[in-house]
């Protein structure tokens, strides 16, 4: 099945610097998703974005697709502490599926 | 309603007992999916619910594993003769499909000893 792969696995920052993470993927999709994950807690949705949008704004976050490289970046700017998480894309393959299928995750901890 | 509900957060087992988790999704919601994600991995696929019926299934997913969500609304995963290799998150997530995401429940942690 689809899978997004993030890259790169472990990101490590000073807090006020920004913070960029890329997802790549493999086959044509409906829209690609960014969540976040606190250590042992459950994912929250960041933001979606769809197959015919190149980019989109929430807050301090600023998400590109590029549908022709099959690759996504999610930047996070003026980073803080609690910015520290696991951050997953996740893809909804066309065609139709409504399975959203997630990559192995970037670690990102931003110090203080 | 204040989002996915998953209970228990914990459970601890012996191998080879069942267990049983809850999912309480966000009500309106017509789509659930379960999850699982061990450590250092992202969620892996189990299985999808539209309304009260299970149309999907990973292939990975042994049979040992079932799930069910009568009526629509709330969905129980049960597993089987637990193994070790059954420690993981389970989480579940709900959705009204279109372009609103996927809300997660904070997830049950099975240990299976």
């Known amino acids: 099945s689809q899978q997004g792969e993030e890259d790169p696995q472990a990101l490590s920052i000073q807090e006020g610097e920004n913070a960029t993470m890329n997802c790549s993927y493999k086959?044509?999709?409906?829209?690609l998703q960014w969540y976040r994950q606190n250590s042992g807690r459950g994912l929250v949705h960041l933001i979606l974005?769809?197959?015919?949008?190149r980019e989109k704004h929430s807050g301090r976050l600023r998400v590109t697709l590029d549908t022709s490289k099959k690759s996504s970046s999610l930047l996070i700017t003026a980073s803080r502490a609690a910015d520290t998480a696991s951050y997953f894309c996740?893809?909804?393959?066309?065609?139709?599926?409504?399975?959203?299928?997630f990559g192995r995750g970037t670690s990102l901890i931003v110090h203080p | 309603d204040t989002g996915v509900s998953q209970n228990p957060r914990h459970k601890i087992t012996k191998r080879g007992q069942n267990v049983t988790f809850r999912c309480d999704p966000i009500s309106e919601h017509n789509r659930l999916y379960w999850y699982r994600q061990t450590l250092g991995q992202g969620p892996e696929f189990l299985t999808y619910f539209q309304n009260e019926a299970q149309l999907e299934k990973s292939r990975l997913l042994s049979d040992r594993f079932s799930a069910e969500r009568p009526k629509g609304s709330f969905s129980t995963l049960e597993i089987q003769r637990t193994e070790q290799g059954d420690s993981a998150m389970y989480l579940c997530?709900?959705?009204?499909?279109?372009?609103?995401?996927?809300?997660f429940g904070s997830g049950t942690r099975l240990t299976v000893v």
């Open positions: 086959t044509s999709i409906n829209n």
């Open positions: 997530a709900s959705s009204l499909g279109g372009t609103r995401g996927y809300t």
């Open positions: 996740a893809t909804d393959a066309s065609g139709g599926s409504y399975i959203p299928t």
């Open positions: 974005i769809r197959s015919n949008e």
